[in-house]
Each structure stands twice: as structure tokens, then as C-alpha cells.
């Protein structure tokens, strides 16, 4: 089972991306997913979750200009992030939390997509 993401890109600040990850393989279910991000010399930080049910939670600085959605019959999740800040400039990966066809439950992560956002 893989996540893959796409969609990062660079743009101007207050510019829009839309991240996407798709989940390809056998799996069962999938609970939480999420978006992290890792800009260079820092730690990865969560941006943004979505439970199965659609609750969603994010990061304070994000609220308001990130939407993170899914669609369960498409198995993806997506970022959708207006507004942009050079702050949110790094490189994003999705995650999720899945059952494998074996009734474990473990998270996987796709590959990091890089925003830039500059002038």
C-alpha cells in the first residue's frame, strides 16, 4: 500500500496550490489522515487532519487559508491552500492510518511534494 502525492508547485505569496494523495494497493479501511510539512533546519510539523467521519483539525497558522478534504471512494485526500506565506514554503507529505487486508491497523506516508512560495 503507497500514498502518492502531487501538486506542489511554486507560487507567489497569496497565490493557491492544491495538494492531492492518492492511496493505491489492498487495504481495508482508512481512518485519520493528514498533511505534515518539513521546511529545511526544521523539525516536521502537522498541518492539517481529517477523520473518517470528515472532523478536521489544523495547525494555527494555517486555519482559515488550508482546507483538507478527502473522498473515500477515491481513497485520496486533498490540501486545498490559499493565501500563501513564504513561511509555508516546505516540503508537504500526507499520511494515513490504515488497516492492511492482514487487520493491522499502521500509518503510512507518501513522498514529500515541495511548495516554494516566493517573489
Known amino acids: 500500500v503507497q500514498l502518492q502525492a502531487s501538486g506542489g508547485g511554486e507560487v507567489q505569496p497569496g497565490g493557491s496550490l492544491r495538494l492531492s494523495c492518492i492511496i493505491s494497493?489492498?487495504?481495508?479501511?482508512?481512518?485519520?489522515m493528514g498533511w505534515y510539512r518539513q521546511a529545511p533546519g526544521k523539525q516536521r510539523e502537522l498541518v492539517a487532519t481529517?477523520?473518517?467521519?470528515?472532523?478536521?483539525t489544523y495547525e494555527d497558522s494555517v486555519q482559515g487559508r488550508f482546507t483538507i478534504s478527502r473522498d473515500n471512494s477515491e481513497k485520496s485526500v486533498h490540501l486545498q491552500m490559499n493565501r500563501l506565506k513564504p513561511e509555508d514554503a516546505a516540503a508537504y507529505y500526507c499520511?494515513?492510518?490504515?488497516?492492511?487486508?492482514?487487520?493491522?491497523?499502521?500509518?503510512?506516508w507518501g513522498r514529500g511534494t515541495q511548495v516554494t512560495v516566493s517573489s
Open positions: 494497493g489492498n487495504f481495508r479501511a482508512a481512518k485519520d
Open positions: 481529517i477523520s473518517a467521519d470528515g472532523s478536521t
Open positions: 499520511n494515513a492510518y490504515i488497516q492492511t487486508p492482514r487487520l493491522l491497523w499502521t500509518t503510512i
